[in-house]
């Protein structure tokens, strides 16, 4: 069956540094993946969309990556704030053409000043 | 800047009971969507409705839930009589144009629900 993995240990850096986090899946042939911020108590923000067919994709201090050989995308922060502190969501298409993202469990950062 | 907007934030009801969620999508878009988080779980989707009919729905989607959309910018999600486990927090969505793969999803800030 499909499935989606990302971390669930919190991950824990110093401010100024670049975060990376990690989704990997399996059984899956995604058309896209997009990366989501939900703070507590809250929905999910959407952040970046990238497609099978790119291998990367940029927004300010956010980078994305896409390897369908792997069946993984990275996600990285660069110059991370404590305002990025969040859970962040890996979300993909689901099978047979639906436009539904199926998301991620989630990985929750926290960047320490 | 528009946003998506959920009342109540936390219902608490009663096992068995009905309850109404409602939502304001963002007042241009065409797609609307539920999701729920159990807490601690990731965001599942239950249903998505587009011209006043449901486009798809999930496995959880049974026949206890049901969506309306009773005017020109209202969209609600009924569930007929709670269970214990629909404890959660439920997501309103909404997207502008065609429900095409790249088209972003709005969330609003959630209704918790807790059933006893």
């Known amino acids: 069956s499909q499935k989606i993995e990302q971390n669930s240990e919190a991950l824990n850096i110093q401010e100024g540094k670049t975060a990376t986090l990690t989704c990997n899946y399996t059984?899956?042939?995604?058309?896209?993946l997009q990366w989501y911020r939900q703070d507590p108590g809250r929905g999910p923000v959407f952040l970046l969309l990238?497609?099978?067919?790119?291998k990367e994709k940029r927004k300010e201090r956010l980078k994305v990556t896409f390897d369908t050989t792997l069946k993984q995308s990275l996600f990285h922060i660069t110059a991370s704030q404590p305002a990025d502190s969040a859970t962040y969501l890996c979300?993909?298409?689901?099978?047979?053409?639906?436009?539904?993202?199926?998301f991620g469990r989630g990985t929750s950062l926290i960047v320490h000043p | 800047e528009p946003e998506v907007t959920q009342t109540p934030s936390h219902q608490v009801t009663q096992m068995g009971q009905e309850v109404i969620l409602r939502c304001v999508p963002i007042?241009?878009?065409?797609?609307f969507y539920w999701y729920r988080q159990i807490l601690g779980q990731k965001v599942e989707f239950l249903v998505s409705?587009?011209?006043?009919?449901?486009?798809?729905k999930s496995e959880i989607f049974d026949d206890q839930f049901s969506v309306e959309r009773p005017d020109g910018s209202n969209f609600t999600l009924k569930i007929r009589s709670t269970k214990l486990e629909d404890s959660a927090m439920y997501f309103c969505?909404?997207?502008?144009?065609?429900?095409?793969?790249?088209?972003?999803?709005?969330f609003g800030p959630g209704t918790r629900l807790t059933v006893l």
């Open positions: 969505a909404s997207s502008a144009t065609s429900g095409d793969n790249t088209d972003t999803q709005y």
């Open positions: 059984n899956y042939s995604p058309a896209y």
């Open positions: 990238i497609r099978e067919n790119e």
């Open positions: 979300a993909l298409d689901a099978t047979g053409g639906s436009y539904i993202p199926t």
């Open positions: 007042s241009n878009h065409l797609y």
């Open positions: 409705f587009y011209n006043n009919e449901i486009s798809e």
